[in-house]
């Protein structure tokens, strides 16, 4: 028999080898070997579910291109559903504190990324034995490798380390990948200080339709929200986009006394009512807090017409 | 000899291949029951009360923005000089209220939604915001309407999960979203400061009910793309959220309001 022909034997064995895959999908089987999935009935039933996200994916800014792309104002609160606790320490916060060494390549936080400015590549692992998929990886430019798991793994201790990208797994709900994070490190809602803790967990839900990527991002965190917070976000495959590395190098930027943090004490920065003033919404709204994401607020605003223009900033 | 062996081998294979095949495929074609119709093929119930959560978009939402502020939109010169000619009293007394109400602009105005089934066929929609109704049509267009605010609505499910494939294993329950392609649509209003799209344009949305939350919540997200090309360099793509709501007992319609 020349060597490397394979024998009826082994094609056979082959073939049913490949057959074995749909029955496992519909019975619970043995755990094959040297495969990294372990066959749960939660794997089978969803083998067949679920779609392909992978690709190069790129951000469309047509909600809120003025806080993603330039940037949040300070004291912009609208819509987010934070407690005094988060106000507050928003409050302190200084925009030069990027310019600290130990935050000048701070990446941007899972949570947050998706609402970022940057372009988004999704890649996918798969056993080579089972051929299923293991893992999603996201990346971003300004952000980390972000692993979601999708072999049945569970979340480790919560002594674990957090990370900006935390700890993720994912099923499917039909076509909808559903993704729940834990361990993330302290990160923010919104650019301009408004802080998310540590003890924040997500849930992601990745929509596909066409050439176009909707994730709905949910984050629940008990020390500076008192509502889940939810935003939607969209992107568009782009086949000629390429997520370049992003080496990010520490410099002097600003010469300062060591040991200075740029910072206001609580209560004491007047300029967070300047976006008030400037835009003509009452600092009710500013400040924020669930209220101030419901439809019914505006019958306490009334009508009110805002003198926001993007030129003017 | 080898390669006799291999074809040999090859044809049991394929035998035992179809074999296996057999009784997925027989349960395929085997008294196959009659087409569902759309509501009852609904693979995801988004009937019920929605309430928009407006946590992105906020200044351009919930209060009126002012005229010039067209930052997010697409829009190419033609598009902002429409705009710029904005004159909310003039649509006032042209009978032209609900300029900013129409369907490529309704599922970001805040308001509360309810979804109803009128029939088999047809889901419908009404909006507290500016008191509007939808009426999506699966199946064959009805015949050619005038332009309204609300267009006309061609809907179908956009099936999740793979039937068949190789070996003819198919999802338990299949799973998906709903899309609507309206056109016929009025001339209106993207956001309530005049930011135009016009007679030719294409809307397309995608409705996904998503699973429920740990918390008990559950949202609905509306994925639309607008394409005009009249008024938009591209396509302009948001997606709005809506919690789900125990009752109808908040309803409260509006009239449209020119600013």
Known sequence: MPRGRPSAGVGLGALAAALTIPLIAQTPAPQPAASLVDYTDEVARTATAGIDFTGEWAPRFHEDEPERVPGPELGD?????????????????????????????????????????????????????????????????????????????????????????????????????????????????????????????????????????????????????????????????????????YPCQVVEEVDRPAGRVPHSLPDTNSAVADFSKRCGIPVEATRGGAETMYPDFRLKLGDITSRCIAAQR | ??????????????????????????????????????????????????????????????????????????????????????????????????????????????????????????????????????????GSPSPSEEPAWQGQSAAQWELGGRAGGMFGVSQAKPSGALKVVTTRIRPGYLRKNGVPYSANTILTEYFNALPREENGDTWLVVTTVVTDPQFLNGRFITSSHFKKLPDGTAWHPTPCRSS
């Not at chain 2, 509501?39 to 209060?63: C, F, K, N, Q």
């Not at chain 2, 000089?81 to 900013?100: F, T």
């Open chain 1, 77 to 245: 609160y609208l819509g987010i559903p934070i407690n005094d606790a988060a106000r507050l320490r928003a409050t302190t916060w200084e925009a030069s504190i990027q310019t600290l060494p130990e935050w000048q390549c701070r990446p941007h936080s899972a949570d947050y990324i998706w609402r970022g400015p940057s372009a988004l590549r999704v890649s996918k692992e798969v056993d080579p034995v089972s051929r299923q998929v293991i893992a999603w990886h996201a990346e971003w430019l300004r952000s980390v490798d972000r692993q979601i798991y999708m072999d049945g793994r569970p979340h480790p201790s919560p002594n674990a380390p957090h990370t900006w990208a935390g700890f993720s797994t994912a099923r499917w709900d039909g076509d909808v990948l559903t993704v729940k994070t834990t361990h993330l490190k302290e990160g923010y809602v919104r650019r301009n200080g408004l802080p998310r803790s540590d003890q924040a967990t997500l849930t992601e839900h990745w929509m596909l339709h066409g050439d176009i990527l909707t994730v709905a991002v949910i984050v629940t965190d008990p020390v500076y929200l008192t509502e889940p917070f939810i935003r939607t976000t969209d992107y568009e495959l782009d086949l000629h986009q390429w997520v370049p590395p």
């Open chain 2, 1 to 138: 000899m080898g390669g006799r062996g291999w074809t040999g081998g090859m044809a049991i294979a394929l035998l035992v291949a179809g074999i296996a095949s057999m009784p997925l495929a027989a349960q395929r074609g085997r008294g196959q029951a009659p087409a569902l119709s759309p509501r009852a093929a609904a693979p995801v119930d988004l009937t019920g009360y929605w309430i928009s959560i407006v946590t992105e978009d906020w200044r351009w939402r919930m209060v009126t923005p002012a005229k010039g502020d067209y930052d997010s939109v697409p829009l190419n010169a033609a598009a902002r000089r429409a705009a710029d000619s904005w004159d909310p009293k003039q649509d006032e007394a042209a009978g032209e209220a609900c300029r900013s109400y129409g369907a490529p602009a309704i599922m970001r105005v805040p308001g509360r939604l309810h979804i109803t089934w009128d029939n088999d066929t047809t889901l419908h929609i009404d909006t507290e915001a500016g008191t509007q109704t939808r009426i999506l049509r699966f």
